[in-house]
C-alpha cells in the first residue's frame, strides 16, 4: 500500500498528493479495483499529444517506428469518402483502452459504441454531454479510421514492415441534422489481426490509476510503457535509457533536449506516484550531467492475467 511517508524522492504537488491518495484507496480496498488493458506493442509507441494539421505522424521506439495515417469515412448524406484528422491527446488513448476492456470481457471484436462511451465517460467522472462528448465522438472516429504501419530493423541490412488497422469496419451513426459536421461510428469492429494479437498480449492495467493521469497523454503513455516493461526487466540487470531515446520517443515538439527533460520529468513523478512499485532513478555522469534513467525490475500494476 502507497504511503506518503515512504515517498521521499520529492515533494508532492498537489496533483501528486491528489494521486497518492487516489491509489491509496485502491489498496485500502475503498474503491473496487478496475483493470483495463493495453496491447503490449501500443504501450511503447504514442498517438500524437496535440492537435495538428499533417495528415501522418512518426513515433519512434529503439529499432522500430510507427507511421499513423489519417484517414476517411464515407458521409451517405453527401455520397462522398471525408477526411478526419489524427487522433491525438488524452481520449483517444482512454477510448481504446476502453475497446480491449471491452473486448477481452466480452470475448468479441464487435464494441458497441453508443451505450459503451456514455459508460466510459461517466467511469472516467467527465461530461457525458456537450463539448467533452462530442470531442470524444471526434477522436472516436479518428482513432476508428486511422491507419498504422510498423517498421523495424531486424539486423543492420534488413528492415521490415507491418502493415495493420486496429478496426476492420465501422457503421457511420449519421445526424438527423444536416449542421452536425461530427462523423462517429454506432458500432466498430477490431481487425482480427488485432484482435488476436490482443488475446495473447494484453497488458492490464489499474483503470483508477489511468483517471488520476487523465489529463495528460504523456502521462498515460508513460504509465502504460512501464507497466509493459519494468516487470520484464531482470532483477541482476537493470535497463538503461538515454535522454536521447527518450526525447527521440516522447520529446517532439521540443527541439532541446534539456527543455524536454524539464518537462519530461515533471510528468514522470505523476506517474511514479500513481504507479508507487515502479523503480526508476535518474543518473547523472561523475561530473555531474544528466545521462538518462535507469529502469529497475518492479511489480507489475496489476499481476498478469491469462485472458
Known amino acids: 500500500m502507497p504511503d506518503k ?10 496533483k501528486q498528493e491528489r ?8 489498496f485500502d480496498g475503498d474503491t473496487k479495483q478496475q483493470i483495463t488493458y493495453s496491447h503490449s506493442t501500443l504501450c511503447q509507441t504514442s498517438l500524437p499529444f496535440k492537435a495538428t494539421s499533417e495528415r501522418d505522424w512518426t513515433s519512434r521506439n529503439g529499432n522500430s517506428i510507427v507511421l499513423i495515417e489519417a484517414g476517411k469515412a464515407y458521409d451517405g448524406r453527401k455520397d462522398a469518402f471525408v477526411q478526419l484528422g489524427l487522433p491525438y491527446g488524452t481520449k483517444p488513448r482512454l477510448i481504446l483502452l476502453d475497446w480491449n476492456r471491452q473486448a477481452i470481457l466480452t470475448q468479441s471484436p464487435v464494441i458497441e459504441v453508443e451505450n459503451s462511451l456514455y459508460a466510459f465517460l461517466k467511469r472516467l467522472r467527465l461530461p457525458t454531454e456537450g463539448r467533452v462528448y462530442t470531442m470524444a465522438k471526434k477522436q472516436l472516429s479518428a482513432l476508428a479510421a486511422c491507419q498504422m504501419t510498423l517498421g523495424r530493423m531486424m539486423d543492420e ?17 449519421f445526424s438527423k441534422d444536416m449542421n452536425q459536421r461530427v462523423l462517429w461510428p454506432n458500432t466498430v469492429k477490431l481487425s482480427d489481426e488485432y484482435f488476436n494479437s490482443l488475446m495473447v498480449h494484453a497488458v492490464p492495467l489499474n483503470e483508477e490509476a489511468l483517471m488520476l493521469l487523465r489529463d495528460s497523454a504523456l502521462e498515460l503513455d508513460l504509465y502504460a510503457m512501464l507497466a509493459e516493461r519494468l516487470h520484464r526487466i531482470p532483477y541482476d540487470k537493470p535497463a538503461f535509457v538515454p535522454w536521447a531515446a527518450l526525447h ?55 499481476r498478469k492475467l491469462i485472458v
Open 157 to 173: 541490412q534488413t528492415g521490415r514492415t507491418s502493415y495493420g488497422h486496429i478496426v476492420k469496419e465501422m457503421d457511420i451513426l
Open 248 to 302: 527521440k520517443q516522447y520529446g517532439q515538439g521540443y527541439k532541446r533536449i534539456r527543455k524536454f527533460r524539464e518537462v519530461f520529468t515533471k510528468h514522470l513523478k505523476n506517474v511514479k506516484a500513481a504507479y508507487p512499485d515502479a523503480r526508476i532513478e535518474e543518473e547523472t555522469s561523475s561530473r555531474g550531467q544528466p545521462q538518462g534513467l535507469r529502469l529497475y525490475s518492479s511489480k507489475p500494476p496489476i
Open 19 to 26: 494521486i497518492v491518495d487516489g491509489v491509496g484507496r485502491i
Open 5 to 14: 511517508k515512504n515517498i521521499e524522492y520529492f515533494a508532492l504537488t498537489p
